[in-house]
């Protein structure tokens, strides 16, 4: 057995086979994305790495800026990255073409953060839900098989059949927000990109909808990758956690290694920044004070790109970018690692 | 200046009393607020606590006479200083707006004017209220932009709003809001549309300035975690009426209200992976079909007959607390 508190300086790259011996459902190395030119060049990605399994669900999280729509888009097709690559199965999406292409878009969906705005107004819930059958039609080629198909994805988004005639306006935002959904299940994907698929909704109708969520994903096998900037969210749905910062992944890991036991002083001012509901536990005591904000992506800090605002910082996180960190996870799951010169040791002290 | 001068720390800073509020639609009229109550004390925090449409918006702009005009105020009484402001001309009230109540709003890129240089903005007050030059106010303002945080005040006082971040135009939103040192100060979600680390940078900001300035703050928001973290008391806010309130830590610990216990409930925060949440069903009523009994019948777990046929009016408990439910003992029990 590895000691667990093993740091190296180098790290081993990240597994290019599952457990069982096929390759990940999806697998992004060193993807990286600059958009314009010269000195207006703003890197929104830089050598993000990341791996998702059949039926997990993986949570991205970062603040604006971090590039987590980005990376998106990226997952999507829908934005070619610069270097790096993007495997589903071992297949790059990029190098398709025509009908591969088509057959692969229906792998990977999307729900969106606004239900208000990403539904059209003027088709009806069934209509909005059959659409991408216009585009796919193989998937369920006739009229009769279509109707039936609407009535079960109606029902496992807990809408009833009756709702399939009404039109957003006549829906909740929570309503909507199923209807994305089960927009987005149409096709049946392996994977669906979900962007805060929560934030815009109440707080009541927000535990409805991640209870769907997580129902889908045990009934169908489906799995997520989940962009979220509520880490309470994120620590319920997420197998695997991944911080951003400026466009680089600081730290990953199992839920349970990076919720308790944050490497990256990031990660720990971000989860101590987090209000909470105990009324007993000042968030004042605990919380790691960080200066200023978020850097340009047009500008950003040599060496360590959290070193301006990170309270640990010394002459060397300006001068050198620094390692990967890593050490083996609690849960004998995934490696935690972290981008990070002096990493938190567990029971780290601040200041 | 006639207003009377700030009251004692005893008496109330701000009091609602009973505040009706109904909206104009297209499809006829509704009541969106429903005879709300509360009051603050100065250097204390309280928050109205709801979800969209629960009214606590309506409540927060009646109280500083910024309705929309298709909103009316059609009972109650906001009482400052001893004066009722919704007795008050609209040359009357805008002499508090400032020196008694201000506000801060959700949006501050709306919120400030796109076109003029954030120096003249923030110096306005004292223009206004205390009549000093141009020169006079921007430096006012300038001593206000370095209170705030804001980094090389002198230089950035000439910047307009869309040169600044989201985190620094909301420093610059409170700056305005404090100026003349209200005696309440109103924050309408201030921090939700910011990043975690900034939010808690503002929050921070806020609860320093009305210690320094001793304000009553009344925080709006939906957000528990905030309220836990912030406030001293809370109202709890459903379908335009005051379903629960008291102080924030005996509210949160054991809720009397069925919906306040459902919202509690439906934080993931200590949630276990997998398991799911227990989550409030359906959404709350559109306020054209607002039931005759209790406003949250169609969602309680708890709802018998009485509740369908009779709507509970707000209880005290005799400690500080309230709630309106017929059954709420049973809560406290559980």
């Known amino acids: 057995m590895p000691d667990p508190s093993r740091t190296t300086a180098a790290a081993p790259g990240p597994r290019t086979q599952g457990p069982d011996g096929h390759p990940p459902l999806l697998e992004v190395r060193g993807v990286t ?41 990226v997952l999507l097709g829908l934005e070619r990255p610069d270097a790096g690559t993007v495997r589903y ?3 790059d999406p990029f190098a398709l073409r025509g009908k591969e292409l088509l057959a692969w878009r229906r792998r990977v969906q999307m729900v969106f953060q606004d239900p208000f ?6 088709m009806s819930a069934a209509e909005l839900i059959g659409e991408p059958w216009r585009t796919h039609r193989d998937v369920v080629p006739d009229a009769r098989a279509r109707e039936k198909r609407i009535r079960e994805l109606l029902s496992l988004v807990g809408l009833r059949d009756s709702d399939a005639h009404r039109h957003p306006n006549e829906f909740s935002g929570g309503q909507r927000q199923r209807i994305g959904i089960a927009r987005a299940l149409a096709l049946d994907p392996d994977v669906i990109v979900c962007d805060e698929p929560v934030s815009a909704l109440d707080l009541s109708v927000q535990a409805q909808v991640l209870n769907v969520l997580s129902e889908l994903r045990s009934r169908l096998g489906v ?18 956690v991944t911080v951003m910062y400026l466009g680089k992944v600081i730290e990953h890991g199992a839920t349970e290694d990076v919720f308790e036991q944050p490497r990256h002083p990031y ?20 919380e790691i004070r960080l200066q200023g904000e978020i850097p340009s992506p047009f500008d950003i800090p040599s060496g360590c790109r959290f070193r301006t605002r990170c309270p640990r910082a010394e002459d060397r996180c300006a001068a050198e970018a620094p390692p990967a960190v890593v050490r083996d996870g609690a849960g004998g799951g995934d490696a935690h690692t972290a981008l990070c010169h002096f990493p938190l ?3 780290t002290a601040w200041a | 200046m006639t207003t009377t001068p700030a009251p004692p720390a005893t008496e109330p800073a701000l009091a609602v009393e009973g505040l009706c509020v109904d909206l104009s639609t297209v499809s006829g009229t509704v009541r969106a607020v429903d005879g709300v109550s509360f009051s603050v004390r100065r250097g204390r925090t309280l928050a109205l606590l709801g979800e969209s449409g629960c009214g606590k918006s309506m409540t927060a702009l009646s109280v500083v006479g910024l309705l929309d005009p298709a909103a009316e105020v059609t009972a109650g009484a906001v009482r400052v200083r001893g004066q009722d402001t919704l007795r008050m001309s609209a040359a009357e009230r805008r002499k508090l707006a400032g020196p008694v109540l201000s506000i801060v709003f959700q949006d501050a890129l709306t919120a400030l004017n796109p076109v003029q240089p954030v120096g003249r903005q923030i110096g306005e007050p004292f223009r206004i209220h205390r009549g000093l030059s141009r020169r006079q106010a921007e430096e006012k303002a300038i001593e206000l932009m370095t209170r705030v945080g804001i980094p090389e005040p002198r230089q950035r006082a000439k910047s307009y709003p869309h040169q600044f971040s989201g985190g620094m135009r ?17 924050a309408d979600e201030p921090t939700t549309a910011l990043d975690v680390t900034v939010q808690a940078q503002i929050m921070r900001l806020l609860r320093d300035l009305q210690h320094e300035r001793d304000m009553a703050v009344v925080l709006i928001t939906h957000d528990l975690a905030v309220v836990a973290q912030r406030a001293d008391d809370v109202v709890v806010m459903y379908a335009g009426t005051v379903v629960e309130q008291g102080p924030v830590h005996d509210v949160f610990t054991s809720p009397r209200h069925p919906y306040t216990r459902g919202l509690l409930d439906s934080v993931p925060e200590d949630a276990e992976r997998g398991r799911p949440l227990p989550a409030v069903p359906g959404s709350p009523p559109e306020l054209s079909a607002v039931p005759p009994g209790c406003v949250f019948q169609a969602r309680c777990p708890m709802v018998r007959e009485r509740c369908v046929r009779e709507r509970p009016s707000l209880r005290g408990t005799g400690d500080g607390r309230s709630a309106a439910c017929h059954f709420s003992e049973e809560l406290d029990r559980a």
């Open chain 1, 33 to 73: 994305k600059t958009f314009g030119s010269g000195r207006r060049r703003l890197t929104a990605l830089d050598g993000v790495d990341l791996r998702l399994g059949r039926g997990e669900t993986l949570g991205l999280v970062g603040e604006s800026g971090c590039g987590k729509s980005t990376l998106a888009r």
């Open chain 1, 89 to 91: 199965d071992g297949v």
């Open chain 1, 117 to 122: 705005a990403s539904l059209n107004a003027r």
């Open chain 1, 223 to 240: 799995a997520y990758v989940f962009i979220s900037h509520d880490l309470s969210v994120v620590r319920y749905i997420s197998d695997r």
């Open chain 1, 267 to 286: 990660t720990a001012a971000l989860m101590s920044a987090a209000p909470v509901l105990d009324t007993s536990r000042s968030g004042e005591d605990r």
């Open chain 1, 345 to 347: 040791e567990a029971g």
């Open chain 2, 170 to 186: 909301q420093r610059l939103l409170i700056a305005m809001a404090v100026a003349l040192d209200p005696d309440v100060l109103i």
